[in-house]
């Protein structure tokens, strides 16, 4: 595991060194990451007034807006951290784009201390994320 995010977060700052643009970027990061992990879902929301809207990923289709406070996504967004979720069905709110996802991690974007989007990934699998995750997916959002 902290061998293939080694190497996934090398090949995105290699990525990001010679691309500005976010969407492309995000497009390459949400793939790398699916690709590489094998998870159900893997993409980016980002701010968009009052919600978030769809941005790039990889995976099955997803609702396009997510209102601010609702979710995890949108809680995430709210509290400005980073939220693992062993079991979707046992946190209040979940948004179930997919009645195959059992556990969820969401990671807040910032720019200028302020929320701009998050990383959201969906296993079929309960309980697959834990600080491990956290601690490299924080690390490769920080890149974009
Ligand atoms: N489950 C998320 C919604 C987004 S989909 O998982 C892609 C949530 O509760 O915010």
């Known amino acids: 595991m902290k061998e293939k995010y080694q190497l996934v977060y090398r090949q995105v700052k290699a990525m990001v060194s ?3 643009d976010p969407i492309a970027n995000m497009a390459n990061v949400a793939a790398l990451l699916h690709e ?20 790039p990923f990889q995976g099955p289709v ?5 209102p601010f406070g609702c979710g995890v996504c949108g809680t995430a967004w709210k509290m400005g951290e980073t939220i693992v979720v062993p079991d979707v ?10 009645t195959l996802s059992r556990s969820e991690i969401v990671v807040p974007m910032f720019e200028d201390d302020a929320v701009v989007g998050v990383l959201d ?3 079929k699998e309960l309980s697959a994320f ?14 974009l």
Do not use: M
């Open 36 to 55: 590489t992990f094998g998870w159900w879902w893997t993409g980016f929301y980002r701010v968009d007034g009052e919600s978030l809207v769809l941005g």
């Open 18 to 20: 010679k691309e500005s």
């Open 89 to 98: 069905e046992q946190f209040p709110g979940h948004i179930a784009c997919s």
């Open 130 to 143: 834990d600080q491990t995750d956290v601690f490299w997916l924080e690390k490769i959002v920080a890149l």
């Open 62 to 66: 997803a609702c396009t807006r997510i």
């Open 121 to 123: 990934i969906d296993s």
